[in-house]
């Protein structure tokens, strides 16, 4: 069964969310510029077949509201909070990935009681204490003003994806697979793209790693060329007794490349938790 509604954000805006499967709830919290549906249904269905998913439209993404006005990744942690308290929710397990690995970190640090587990995925613990990408990479991430829809994709997909994936057969039908999807519905506005950067540029949880108190996994590919896999051991010793999952040859769509491993590896680790 499929439950799809809107809670109200404290600063008073719709937040979309859909719930999918049975068993233990897992928040999911997708990355930069993505929705809800950005995880891609192959990892979606993989998830939904073990926990009760919840999959959240950041705001200014998908049918949740996309103000053009400034906030901070802890607004983004308190949206999610508002998601499950509507659902009736509120302690799960988190999932969450790049932008959203950090949204993650401030909900767990924010509201440690509702936590059960933490899965980190290709993310850091903000710009001052972090290995960085090449800045070309992220100016690719970014729409082009006059580019439409599909190439600005395209373009970010050619450095958000590892080599091995972007080279391979399947890996180009996936994409193709991808971009359909995200063409039925709505498309992320070039103002989000401003909003959630600055909102990833105020970001700095390394002094705070220690307080996480969460059994957390830390899963990042060792291609990734957003945020490179030297982060993921920051974050696995910044948080004592995290573990840490390394995916060889993936990148930072390890979770389109590798939908398996993305879902059973954190599953796996979530399912055993008591």
């Known amino acids: 069964m499929t439950t799809r509604d809107f809670a109200q954000s404290k600063d008073g805006l719709k937040i979309r969310y859909e719930i999918r499967g049975a068993g233990a709830p897992v928040a999911l919290i997708m990355g930069f510029s993505g929705s809800g549906r950005s995880w891609g249904e192959p990892f979606l269905k993989l998830m939904a077949e073990r926990f009760r998913i919840f999959m959240i439209d950041n705001r200014g993404t998908g049918e949740s509201d996309q103000p053009d006005r400034s906030w901070k990744l802890s607004d983004m942690a308190d949206d999610v909070a508002c998601v499950l308290e509507h659902a009736g929710t ?3 397990h988190v999932y969450g990935i790049s932008m959203g690995g950090m949204i993650a970190q401030e909900y767990a640090l924010k509201y440690p009681a509702r ?4 899965v980190l995925g290709c993310t850091n613990c903000g ?11 992220i100016a690719k991430l970014m729409p ?3 580019m439409n829809p599909l190439d600005a994709a395209k373009l970010a997909f050619s450095v958000a994806c590892g080599k091995a994936f972007l080279g391979s057969a399947a890996g180009q039908q996936t994409l193709a697979q991808r971009m359909m999807e995200s063409a039925s519905y709505p498309i ?11 909102a990833i540029g105020g970001f700095d949880s390394f002094a705070r790693l220690g ?8 899963i990042h590919g060792d291609d990734d060329n957003i945020v490179p896999v030297g982060n993921a051991e920051i974050l696995h010793k910044g948080i004592a007794g995290s573990k840490l999952k390394i995916l060889p040859g993936a990148g930072h769509m390890f979770f389109w490349e590798r939908p398996e491993d993305s879902a059973k590896i954190p599953g796996d680790f979530l399912a055993g938790l008591k």
């Open 90 to 92: 509120p302690a799960s």
């Open 115 to 118: 936590v059960k587990g933490l």
């Open 127 to 137: 710009a001052g204490h972090s290995v960085a990408a090449n800045p070309e990479n």
């Open 144 to 146: 082009q003003p006059g």
């Open 188 to 198: 992320t506005p070039a103002h989000t793209y401003m909003r959630q950067g600055e």
């Open 211 to 218: 307080e996480i108190k969460a059994p957390t996994m830390v």
